[in-house]
């Protein structure tokens, strides 16, 4: 097969992304996906030889309570790499749920894009927002920048994945039936269902504004010098 060393390549990154290193397991799982997308590859092209038989599990730690704009910020990044986001309140805990290399680059995306958003929310609140507002008016006021900013994240995601769908062929439904499986030995997971909110509309059209200028493939590009380790494949 003319691409057989990029498939052999791809195959010992995919299995890098098993790295018990996150730093190392997102590195190899991100440089994947950019051979495969430059190579016009998919998944289902080296699945003969790399078919999954189980699901894989990543961990992230988020607060025991989840407000709705990191609910919503789960959701748009398991969609967009096909995983599932379950969410355990007892110990504030966010398990992704995914195949292969999906599940390592969707806990790193969404960690990422969380403290990125955190970050440029408080910038807004300080150039924004005085320090003599009520309290109750300053978190509305937060909580509109975030809805806003994530909105405005998870479209792109959404956009991204049309361009450029994570998984092709007979694989989706491999990979469908995989995490179905892994979810069931979780258990019962409790569905939250979002009450509507209201929003200040400055704040959460702000929050839209900045949320179109945030990198969403940064947190699945390396920067670090194990770019060059990971080249020599």
């Known amino acids: 097969m003319e691409n057989s060393p990029i498939i052999e390549k791809i195959k010992k990154l995919l299995a890098l992304a098993n790295s018990s290193n996150e730093h190392e397991a997102a590195l190899a799982a991100g440089h994947a996906q950019r051979l ?22 990543v961990e992230t730690a988020v607060s025991k309570t989840l407000p709705k704009w990191m609910r919503h910020l789960s959701a748009g990044v398991s969609s967009a790499f096909d995983c599932q986001a379950i969410h355990h309140p007892a110990t504030g805990k966010m398990t992704f749920i995914g195949v292969g290399a999906d599940v390592q680059i969707a806990a790193y995306t969404f960690t990422y894009l969380d403290r990125t958003v955190r970050k440029l929310c408080g910038t807004y609140m300080k150039g ?16 509109s920048y ?41 258990g019962k997971v409790r569905t939250m269902h979002s009450r509507r909110s209201y929003i200040n509309s400055d704040a959460y059209n702000r929050g839209q504004t900045d949320g179109g200028q945030v990198g969403i493939n940064h947190g699945i590009t390396a920067t670090s010098s194990r770019q060059a380790a990971l080249d020599s494949f």
């Open 146 to 186: 975030y809805l806003g900013a994530v909105s405005t994240i998870t479209t792109r995601l959404k956009e991204q994945k049309l361009q450029t769908p994570v998984t092709t062929g007979a694989l989706v439904l491999v990979k469908e039936g995989l995490i179905r499986q892994a979810m069931n030995e979780i």
């Open 128 to 143: 924004h927002v005085s320090s003599t507002v009520a309290n109750r008016h300053r978190e509305l006021m937060r909580h």
């Open 36 to 57: 495969l997308s430059e190579h016009n590859l998919a998944m289902a092209d080296i699945e003969a030889t790399h078919k999954p038989d189980k699901a894989d599990k």
